[in-house]
């Protein structure tokens, strides 16, 4: 007899739960602090406040590489802006990527594995950004840390393709389709910013993938010697 009233959480891996949790958990506050629910009139600001002080910034990024000095504080910026968002919107569609890419790849990869993809990416995503553009808005949002899982997905199916003896570019086809479509938003926005981290989040998230993947490092060196 079937239990219809197992959690469909069950089937998700906790550290890809606990993710999407504090994202939105984060974008739950921010709303209710909008709506004068939390922080009384101070907390319709508490967005802003947390974008100035965690958002990566490429005024802040210039400064550091001028003066040749990289304060803890500001360097935290790298880790702490994909967990803010820009709205309810931006966050939900974070957290929906982390629970659908998180869970094929947590699957296989190990929590660390899982947690240093999605980060490495998002500060490989933000150093893109801010040393090959010049852009006056702040960085924020998970994407770059999505693209990354991206990479690992895409890793993933690029292996079983391997295996089964497929073509390999098949498994480039889901970031081929989301790039394609942000390429065309950059172009009626006038921004590429985004484009910018999520590739770099992306090729971060797929080169990561050959060290913290099981068996990934012993099957990077096996393709090398067969080169």
């Known amino acids: 007899m079937e239990n219809h009233n197992v959690s469909p959480f069950n089937a998700l891996p906790p550290v890809v739960v606990a993710l999407a949790a504090v994202i939105a958990g984060l974008e739950v506050l921010f709303q209710l602090a909008t709506a004068g629910v939390l922080g009384g009139q101070g ?9 100035q002080d965690y958002a990566v910034l490429d005024e802040v990024v ?7 000095r990289y304060p803890p504080d500001q360097l935290l910026r790298f880790l702490t802006y994909p967990l803010i968002h820009g709205g309810f919107v931006h966050a939900a569609f974070v957290v929906v990527f982390v629970l659908a890419i998180g869970k094929m790849v947590a699957e296989v990869f190990s929590p660390l594995a899982f947690v240093t993809v999605f980060w490495i990416s998002a500060i490989v995503g933000a150093l893109g950004y801010t040393l090959l553009l010049d852009s006056p808005y702040p960085l924020i949002g ?3 840390g ?16 391997s295996r089964r003896g497929d073509s390999r570019m098949r498994a480039f086809g889901l970031i081929g389709a989301l790039l394609a479509i942000q390429l ?5 926005q006038g921004d590429f910013g985004s484009v910018t981290a999520d590739l770099s989040g992306f090729v971060a998230g797929f080169l ?9 490092w012993r099957r990077a060196l096996d393709r090398l010697r067969q080169r």
């Open 43 to 51: 907390g319709i600001g508490w967005r802003l406040a947390a974008i």
């Open 62 to 68: 210039d400064w550091m590489l001028a003066n040749g």
């Open 142 to 144: 998970g994407y770059p």
């Open 146 to 161: 999505v693209y990354g899982l991206i990479g690992a997905f895409t890793f993933l199916m690029w292996v079983d393709a």
């Open 184 to 188: 065309l938003f950059g172009v009626i």
């Open 208 to 216: 990561l993938s050959f060290v913290v993947s099981p068996g990934g």
